[in-house]
């Protein structure tokens, strides 16, 4: 059976869903990620993944990197044309729609859980 590119899941954190999701499954999606969208409706997770860049993108992102266990190890909003520096840290990375962040309230110590749908 042919792996798809993503797959639906949730984004939790302390039992509660903030946000559906897409799972980026292959080489493929993880190296596109957002780019040549409009807009962004739900979270992208890419992983394994320790950073990221917007050029190519109409529209800022906030993201959120994880480490091997999903805790938030730091939290950034990026602007269209941006490149992040890489956090050592991190093995996931979720993209969220501007703003989400303080929306969510995640900070930097949270568990975040991905879970499939």
């Given at each position: ?41 739900s979270a992208l997770v890419i992983s394994p993944c ?35 520096a890489p956090v050592r840290r991190s093995k996931t ?19 975040i859980e991905v879970r499939s749908a």
């Open positions: 059976m042919k792996t798809q590119p993503l797959s639906p899941a949730w984004l939790m954190c302390d039992g509660k869903v903030l946000a559906s999701a897409d799972i980026a499954n292959t080489a493929k999606s993880r190296r596109r990620g957002l780019i040549g969208h409009t807009s962004i409706d320790k950073w990221i860049h917007t050029i190519g993108m109409k529209f800022a992102i906030d993201v959120l990197y994880l480490d091997a266990t999903g805790l938030v190890v730091k939290t950034e909003h990026l602007e269209p044309m941006r490149v992040a990375i979720v993209e969220l729609p501007s703003g989400s962040i303080e929306r969510f309230g995640v900070r930097v110590g949270d568990l």
